[in-house]
């Protein structure tokens, strides 16, 4: 048997792609610059690189490269955890609509021209709206079906609104496609509260989702209380879904393919998944922008067109093989 606590060397093996990624990310790109004078760079010391190239460090890729971790690190997260709360190995903030929430949410702060300080509470009212219909109408068995359902719905009403206000149709697609571009650190800060109280939360009822997947009866026979631990859980990866939603678009497929990777190499408790699925999401999201920016470049492609491009045939992989997933 698999052992259910977090080993170190995994826990090491996640920080160490999460550091290296960021050094490949801030390094890579249409201006290439040496490694080793990025790691200089972003320690304060002495690095070789002229003005030019510190800023493309410091102001330029950095903050790109760190909402990616964040983002990614989210969505792999709230996927890890839909799948236990739901125990539904194909789960996902995307493919269950509460992505499809968060965006329509994210879309009606668009069109109504509010300070994009507002946008992650509209996309958590929708995010929320989601998440509650898709566990009310939902079991274990029909959980994607309802899915998209909701998604439907809800992208039907985001298109209604989008034909209303046509004035916002190019920047809310552009937004709908996915992308990391950001203006210096602004997206970055406004993320990491939502992240980190997402994260807490999920974190810390790590151990619960292991006990919810023998069954409600012998959960609460040890103590638990299953409906209140399954809505705390929903309404904290649902916060960070769309918070992340609000600040890079609809990026489908990192909720399914990072925690399914970590279930099959590191262990299957909730104790190992939920952390490693933390740190490998950020990394993996960032190698993927990575990829978005360098493939065509000087142009550029959307992320979620890179992630679409590895999740679906994952996805179709997981739901061939879900029946032997243990969850």
Not at 253 to 276: D, E, N
């Amino acid at each position: 048997m698999r052992p259910a606590r977090l080993s170190r060397w995994w826990l090491a093996a996640g920080v160490a792609s999460v550091l290296a990624t960021l050094v490949l990310g801030v390094s890579l790109g249409p201006v290439s610059l040496p490694p080793a004078a990025v790691v200089l760079e972003l320690l304060g010391l002495e690095s070789g690189l002229d003005e030019r190239e510190a800023a493309i460090v410091t102001q330029i890729r950095l903050p790109r490269v760190l909402l990616g971790l964040l983002v990614g690190g989210m969505l792999a997260l709230a996927g890890g955890c839909f799948q236990g709360v739901f125990r539904n190995p194909l789960a996902d903030p995307y493919l269950i609509g509460i992505a499809a929430g968060a965006g329509l949410g994210a879309t009606a702060a668009i069109v109504l021209r509010l300070d994009n300080s507002i946008m992650p509470v509209f996309a958590f009212l929708g995010a929320l709206l989601a998440a509650v219909t898709a566990y009310a109408l939902g079991s274990a068995r029909n959980l994607i079906l309802a899915g998209v359902a909701i998604a439907s719905f809800l992208s039907a009403i985001q298109t209604y609104l989008l034909q209303r206000n046509v004035d916002t149709i190019l920047e809310v697609y552009s937004w709908l496609l996915g992308r990391l571009a950001t203006d210096g650190y602004g997206d970055v800060w406004q993320l990491v509260p939502y992240v980190a109280v997402a994260s807490i939360v999920v974190l810390a009822l790590r151990r619960e989702l292991d006990v919810l997947s023998v069954g409600d009866a012998e959960a609460a026979s040890l103590g638990l209380h299953p409906q209140r631990s399954r809505l705390i859980l929903l309404g904290a990866a649902a916060l960070g879904t769309a918070a992340a939603v609000a600040v890079s678009g609809l990026i489908a497929f990192v909720g399914i393919i990072v925690p399914h990777m970590v279930r099959m190499l590191a262990g299957t408790s909730y104790r190992t998944i939920l952390p490693l699925s933390l740190l490998f999401g950020g990394a993996f999201l960032a190698l993927a922008d990575l990829g978005a920016r360098t493939i065509i470049a000087p142009g550029e492609l959307p992320i979620g067109v890179v992630t679409a491009f590895f999740g679906a045939p994952f996805f179709i992989l997981v739901m061939r093989t879900s029946k032997a997933v243990p969850l």
